[in-house]
C-alpha cells in the first residue's frame, strides 16, 4: 500500500530541491523506467500498473491503481511505471579521445536531446557547468529516451576544468571557423553554449578555436538550436573518423 | 478596450479547431511577432503592453494591460507582444532543388526546430502530410524562433505527391545506407518519418534510397530524435554542395 505521505514525496521530486535534499530522482515511462532497471542505478520504489510491463529479472515492485499512478506522476498522461532512484555519486571528469561540454543549457529538452546524441555518436561523457539544467528533471530524463542509462554527466566548473586540462577545447561561436573546412584532433573538448547568451566569456577565453556550421542562402535566422547544432558537430566529428 | 469575447476569441486560437474554423492563428512573445510583421502575412490584430517593443514601422497596434495579456496568453509566462494573423492560403508544392518532407511528424517541438533548420539551411520550403502536427500550433511558432516567416509550409498528401513528382525521393531510415558515403543528387526530395514509427509504408515504397546516419560505438540506442537526424541530413546535404 502505498500512503498519501509516500505519494507526496515522490511527487516533491519533480523539483530539483527536494532531488538534491533527497539523492532521489523520479523515472518515469516504461521504456525509461527499464533501461534505468538495467543500469548501473539502485531503484529506492518502483511502482506499476501492469508488472508485466517490467523487464522480467526485475521482481520487486509495488503494483498500484491508475489513480495512485496519477497521483505521483509529474505527467499529464502516466504512462504505466514510475520509479524512485538514488542519484549516483558525482564522479571526476575523466578526459578520454572526445568530451562534449555544455555552457549554461537551460532548457530540459535540449540537454535530454543532447544527452541522446552523445548516445548515439559514441561520446561517453558529458560535462556539464554548473549552472546548465539538472540532468535528473524529470523533461530532461524523458528527452533523454533512457540514453540517460549511458551516458556520464558530471557537474563542474568549466573554467576550472578548461585551465587544468591537456586537451584543447573548441567551441560552437557562430562567428567561428567552418567546420567543414577543418580537421578535428584526435582528442578534444566540444563547448556547447547557452540556448540565447552562446559560450560565457570566461569560458571563451580558453578555446583553442572556435568553430561554426555555415548559413546557406539569404535568411536571417540568428541561430541554430543548440541541440541541432551539437547533432551537426558530432556527426562532423565522427565522419572525420576522430 | 480589449472585451471579455475578444479575450475568449482569441485564447480559443490555440486550438486547431478554432484556427482552422476562423482562419486566424496566435503568435507570442516580441521577436516572434515582429519577425512575422515584416513577413508577407496579414495582422488581424496586435496587442502590446509596451509599443516600444514593436518594430518602428508598425503602428497599428492596441496597448493592453499585463493582466489581460495574461488572460489572452497561452504561455505561462507571457512576453509583452501577441498577435494575431490570418493564415496564409494553402500554396501549391512547387518542387525546385532540394525540398524536405514531414511523415507524420507529431511533436510540436520537433516541427518547429525543423523550419529553423530549413531556414538556417536554406530550404525553401516544408512539405508535411496531412497527419503532421500544425505548423500554426503555438508550441511550433514558439520554436521556429521566427523562421516559420521565411520558410514556406505545404499539408498535402505526400504518396500522391511522390508518385506524380519527378525528382527522387530520399528517406531516413534505421537501415539505409550510410549517408557519409552517398553523393546527393542536384535536386531531391527528403523524407523523415514519425518519432515513433518513422516513414509510413505507403511512402517508404515511394522512396528512391534509404539513408541512416551512423551509431558510433557500443551504444544500444534505438534512434535519434527527428529533428536532430534533419540536422545531420541537412548539414551533409549542404556540406557536400547540393
Known amino acids: ?45 518502483v511502482y506499476t500498473t501492469d508488472p508485466k510491463l517490467l523487464i522480467p529479472q526485475f521482481s520487486s515492485f509495488e503494483v498500484i491503481s491508475e489513480s495512485v499512478l496519477q497521483k505521483m506522476s509529474g ?31 537551460k532548457d530540459p529538452g535540449n540537454l535530454g536531446t543532447i544527452i541522446r546524441l552523445c548516445d548515439w ?7 556539464c557547468s554548473e549552472d546548465t539544467v539538472d540532468c535528473y528533471n524529470p523533461k530532461v530524463l524523458q528527452a533523454t529516451m533512457g540514453s ?15 585551465k587544468d586540462s591537456e586537451h584543447s577545447a573548441w567551441g560552437a561561436d557562430m562567428h567561428g571557423e567552418n567546420i567543414y573546412d577543418l580537421r578535428f ?7 556547447m553554449g547557452n540556448e540565447a547568451h552562446g559560450i560565457s566569456d570566461e569560458v571563451g577565453a580558453l578555446l583553442a578555436k572556435k568553430v561554426s556550421i555555415p548559413q546557406v542562402g539569404p535568411s536571417t535566422a540568428e541561430s541554430l538550436n543548440v541541440a541541432t547544432a551539437t547533432a551537426v558537430l558530432l556527426s562532423e566529428l565522427r565522419r572525420k573518423g576522430s
Open 1 to 45: 500500500m502505498v500512503g498519501k505521505s509516500q505519494i507526496k514525496f515522490i511527487k516533491s521530486l519533480q523539483l530539483k530541491k527536494y532531488r538534491k535534499l533527497n539523492g532521489l530522482f523520479v523515472a518515469e515511462g516504461v521504456k525509461l523506467v527499464n533501461e534505468l532497471l538495467q543500469a548501473d542505478l539502485t531503484p529506492e520504489g
Open 75 to 105: 505527467l499529464k498522461t502516466p504512462n504505466k511505471v514510475l520509479a524512485v532512484f538514488r542519484i549516483p555519486e558525482s564522479k571526476q571528469a575523466v578526459l578520454e579521445e572526445w568530451t562534449l561540454a555544455l555552457d549554461g543549457v
Open 121 to 127: 555518436f559514441g561520446i561517453p561523457q558529458i560535462i
Open 148 to 162: 540517460i542509462a549511458r551516458v556520464k554527466i558530471v557537474y563542474t566548473s568549466l573554467a576550472t576544468l578548461l
Open 185 to 191: 584532433p584526435t582528442s578534444g573538448i566540444l563547448v
